[in-house]
């Protein structure tokens, strides 16, 4: 069938069973534009900022399991998804960017708008290409799907000049591929799955370390059935909150930085670490000579380049996660040994009660855990809620506080730690699951760079949540300032009021509430979860207020800064302090 290459690209989203893609046009993806408005079966979401567009697409894949698509034009275009991109370089998540490129015989004439982002992308993608001849598109388009998808996840750039896009072609799509130099792993060694069997069989404190590849490869009942069948305690990560049901017995919680005490000590005095999709990322061990001294390291991983990076694998086992996980699953029922884990079990379950969460819930000052707690409690027992968040104390909040229990319930930017990803994260999940509640956790510094997509939820009807815990300030770098830079506050106070965030968002179209008091929180959030609207909720708390435990920077993981009251008494009192404790098996 004869088509230009501007139709062929949209038939080959067609044919990738695409249904929404997000992006923002210019003049050298005016031609794929064009063809938008002839017709496609997909969806465009118009974004107000090529960012918010990349940011828009890995919310979509995070909650989807699918691979996002982000399409921008050429040179400021191209550089505005850099940021998404090389988040989703850092989190694996699957992208397919789209970009369009001056006219062919221009290149590297220094062209209005022109730059070679495919040279700039290079160290975040896993690969790209510059389409030259409208012929290669349908297959450059089909692999560039596949590489996206396959092995460890990841983002790929496919940059169309324009002429290519006007260029003629006889169009039909491949129903495969043939990249050789493409070879991911099908499976894990069958020797070295059962020395992992025997390792954990033997083991008196094993623990499963679970890491964001176990969303990615679609292994989290894989995961359950395991963790089930041999009784081993689970700490999830960051990127793999929501790929172990929470309310389990046999969740531990999340180890690193900001995670509780009982975590990092059942992580770090473990005999036996399975990491399953983990990377032993700095911000989870700490020092990682002082990590978890006494382990014997099983890591399990799609990416051989992370076998033994960071910490040395003594039995390593490289394949695709979900048959991985069934194998092992199948080699310790085999052996049929008691289980050893009782004992080790109630020992978490006694540091989970000796160390619970805390902080001081005195005052009149609104407390950021606070907003956290009364989210959870109104969103509680509800299947359909997605979070997002920002990045930043709030971040941290939101993995202490809020509850999952359902696999992509969680999407937060993990390795490159981007401000501004909440907002556009959600209005991208949401619109891939479009009957989910999706509430974005954010910052008032995070929401500042990223505000402009409220338009985007608003007009493409897709609305979201988005509760803003305002310190008024860069609330995690205050924190590093007062606690590692002797209280020299140096630009960080943004001020709660300017802007009028509630304000602001009925300027967008959307509800705004402003709390100012905890007598006000619950009926903000109940009545912004029950509008059916984008809604800005405003929550103005204490600006005094650090997201503790913390493991300082360099420091090991066991070495943690614990909350103190102004007696530097670590066990305040019942009247004094909120605790939250989390015994196992809670609902």
Not at 509 to 517: D, I, K, T, W, Y
Request: proline residues 6%; glycine residues 8%; contains cysteine.
């Amino acid at each position: 069938m004869k088509m230009n290459g501007a139709d062929a690209i949209l038939r080959c989203l067609e044919a990738e069973g695409v249904d929404v893609m997000f992006g923002l046009p210019g003049g050298a993806i005016l031609p794929l534009y064009d063809a938008m408005a002839r017709g496609t079966t997909v969806r465009h979401v118009l974004a107000r900022h090529e960012q918010g567009a990349g940011h828009m697409a890995e919310g979509y894949a995070r909650a989807s399991g699918r691979v996002g698509v982000a399409v921008a034009t050429s040179g400021p275009g191209a550089t505005n998804l850099v940021t998404p991109i090389a988040d989703a370089w850092m989190d694996s998540t699957p992208l397919v960017c789209i970009t369009g490129q001056v006219r062919s015989f221009l290149i590297g004439t220094d062209a209005f708008q022109e730059c070679d982002i495919t040279g700039i992308t290079i160290p975040i993608v896993k690969h790209s290409w510059l389409v030259q001849d409208v012929n290669e598109l349908p297959h450059v388009l089909k692999a560039a799907f596949h590489v996206a998808a396959t092995g460890r996840c990841g983002p790929v750039l496919v940059d169309v000049p324009r002429d290519v896009q006007e260029a003629e072609l006889d169009f039909s799509y491949p129903d495969s591929i043939s990249l050789p130099g493409w070879k991911p792993p099908r499976r894990g060694h069958a020797r070295q799955i059962a020395a992992a069997a025997t390792a954990v069989a033997a083991a008196e404190r094993p623990i499963l370390y679970v890491g964001g590849g176990t969303l990615n490869a679609h292994a989290t009942d894989e995961l359950l059935e395991l963790a089930e069948s041999a009784r081993l305690p689970v700490v999830t990560t960051l990127m793999a909150k929501s790929a172990f049901p929470e309310s389990h017995e046999l969740h531990a919680g999340w180890p690193g930085m900001h995670g509780p005490k009982w975590s990092n000590w059942a992580l770090n005095k473990a005999d036996l670490i399975v990491a399953v999709g983990a990377r032993f990322d700095d911000r989870v061990t700490g020092k990682v000579s002082a990590f978890a001294p006494g382990a014997t390291i099983v890591h399990l991983d799609i990416d051989a380049a992370e076998i033994s990076k960071i910490r040395h694998a003594d039995i390593p086992v490289v394949g695709p996660l979900k048959p991985v996980l069934t194998q092992l699953k199948k080699e310790l029922d085999e052996k049929k040994v008691e289980s050893r884990t009782e004992p080790w079990l109630r020992q978490i379950d006694e540091w989970r009660e000796q160390f619970p969460l805390r902080y001081r819930a005195d005052g009149e000052l609104l407390k950021p855990q606070k907003v956290l707690e009364t989210l959870q409690e109104l969103t509680a027992g509800r299947s359909d809620v997605i979070w997002t968040t920002g990045v930043g104390q709030h971040q941290m909040w939101a993995m202490q506080y809020l509850q999952c229990d359902r696999p992509r319930s969680f999407i937060s930017s993990g390795g490159l730690g981007t401000m501004g990803y909440g907002i556009p994260a959600a209005v991208g999940a949401k619109a891939a699951r479009p009957d989910a509640t999706v509430v974005c956790v954010d910052g008032d510094g995070c929401f500042q760079m990223t505000a402009q997509e409220l338009a985007t939820a608003v007009l493409e009807e897709l609305p979201i949540i988005v509760v803003i815990v305002n310190n008024g300030y860069l609330g995690m770098v205050r924190q590093w300032q007062d606690m590692f830079f002797n209280e020299r506050f140096s630009q960080i106070r943004l001020t709660q009021s300017l802007p009028d965030y509630a304000a602001l968002a009925r300027a967008y179209g959307a509800l705004g509430f402003l709390v100012e008091s905890e007598d006000e929180l619950e009926d903000a959030l109940a009545q912004a979860l029950a509008s059916g609207r984008t809604a800005v909720v405003d929550a103005r708390v204490d600006p005094r207020e650090h997201c503790f435990p913390m493991i300082p920077a360099g420091a090991a993981a066991l070495d943690l800064v614990e909350f103190e009251d102004e007696n530097g008494d670590p066990r305040p009192g019942r009247d004094e302090v909120a605790t939250r404790s989390l015994p196992l098996g809670t609902p």
